[in-house]
């Protein structure tokens, strides 16, 4: 154990995971719902703005039916996030990211937040659940001024 309680070589499952939610990024934008699947865990539970889905069928089936709403090409970006261990082979932690899309001829961004929980199997770390928090979602035309003008109920 380390000073702060934790193994050595966890810095290893620290870059795995920011790999991960890397990966998540470029497998939605690459509409590529078999490297998805892969991400998530069987059981896994995603949280969205529509509700709760359990399981990586029902996830990759919404994922995919989102993707087909867009006009074109989306662009998801993650920042670097934080991660917290809760376990040998569990971890939880905050992913920034945004996002850029089209729908209906407009384009927006998207500024969110996945509260994630990762565990590790044979086949590495994967989601066990991904609960979103939109900050703002706006046409782009309206972006230089979206943070000036948030109340603080969207914040």
């Not at 703005?49 to 993650?78: F, K, W």
Request: a negative charge; proline letters at 4%; hydrophobic letters at 35%.
């Amino acid at each position: 154990m380390n000073g702060h309680g934790e193994r050595p070589g966890r810095a290893d499952d620290v870059v795995a995971i920011a790999g991960l939610t890397a990966r998540y990024a470029l497998v939605v934008d690459d509409h590529d719902m078999d490297g998805l699947a892969d991400l998530y865990a069987p059981d896994a539970k995603l949280v969205g703005l529509s509700g709760t889905l359990h399981g990586r069928d029902a996830i990759v089936a919404y994922v995919r039916s989102t993707l087909e709403t867009y006009d074109g090409a989306s662009i998801h970006t993650p920042h670097p996030g934080v991660v917290d261990f809760t376990g040998e082979n569990t971890a939880r932690g905050v992913v920034p990211s945004h996002v850029e899309y089209a729908q209906g001829g407009v384009q927006y961004v998207l500024a969110l937040r996945y509260h994630d929980r990762y565990v590790r199997s044979d086949d590495g770390w994967r989601f066990a659940e991904r609960r979103l928090e939109v900050r703002y979602a706006v046409p782009v035309h309206h972006y230089g001024t979206v943070l000036t003008n948030l109340t603080s109920s969207e914040v």
